[in-house]
């Protein structure tokens, strides 16, 4: 049990880390960075020659993982009363992922790893042409402050998300310890949720009484769907890599490295398109 502590606090660690360097600025990326990888990655690296079985179940909680945000965004942009009752929309996500959380556990539902390829193409296709179809309208938005600050700023805000990071995490190492060849489940429950949901909680009181909440909230939820794809590409790719160069000379600080460098790529993917998918359908970057 002790073992599964430390790697919580070190995973913590990690979570804050990324808090302290990373700033957030614009709406669109703050959409993006809902599904961003982190609790994903840290489950996929643990999972080590097992990653492969692992991902074939995590695949599927990260398509639910962005359904929700998506949905629940499209929600509060488009209704006011989603707005006036963040809390209720909150709770009302939280029943529905938990109820398709249910069934893909009872179902056992995986993608297997041979259709990874394909699979994440279809996603990419359907993901391409949400985005394009439901684009909002072009809108410029004052930048008074920043959507989610960096540095000790950012890690003194964000100590709930801290928390429920590491309790996600804690859940996650401590099933895999007490049931070390219960890879599916442990590969579900490697995209739990928690902090995105927390967060769009967050965003929606925050934005409640502000006059600018609509154009806000349509910029934010327009680029989710390209987070998503970035998250889901993430995962496939970094389950393939762990699962193939694990053994009993591979060491784990090899594969650590690797989720950095991964997770600097994603950030590096998301403030690209944040500033080339607005372009390429006709809206200023800013």
Known sequence: MAGVLLRTAGGTLLYVAFLWLVQIDDWRVAGMMLTFPMLNGMALISARENAGATGQSMVPVVVLNGAVCFLFTLALAWSEIARTNPLALTLLATALWICAYAALERRNVIVPARTWTAFTALCVIVSVALTYWLWP?????????????????GVLEGWPRILLFAVSLLIVFGV??????????????????????????????????????????????????????????????????????????????????????????????????????????GCPAG
């Open 176 to 281: 895999a310890h007490a049931y070390r060849d219960a890879h599916a489940a442990i590969g579900r429950l490697g995209a739990l949720p928690i902090v995105p949901l927390f967060g769009l909680y967050t965003v929606a009181s925050v934005l409640g009484s502000d006059p600018a909440a609509v154009p806000k909230l349509d910029t934010m939820r327009s680029m989710v769907l390209v987070g998503w794809i970035i998250a889901l590409l993430f995962a496939v790719l970094l389950a393939a890599y762990v699962a193939r160069t694990s053994g009993p000379k591979s060491g784990a600080t090899k594969h650590l490295a690797v989720l950095v460098f991964g997770w600097a790529l994603c950030v590096g993917a998301i403030a690209i398109s944040a500033r080339v998918v607005p372009t390429l359908v």
């Open 137 to 153: 309208a072009c809108t410029e938005l004052l930048r008074d402050a920043p959507v989610r600050a960096g540095g000790i700023v």
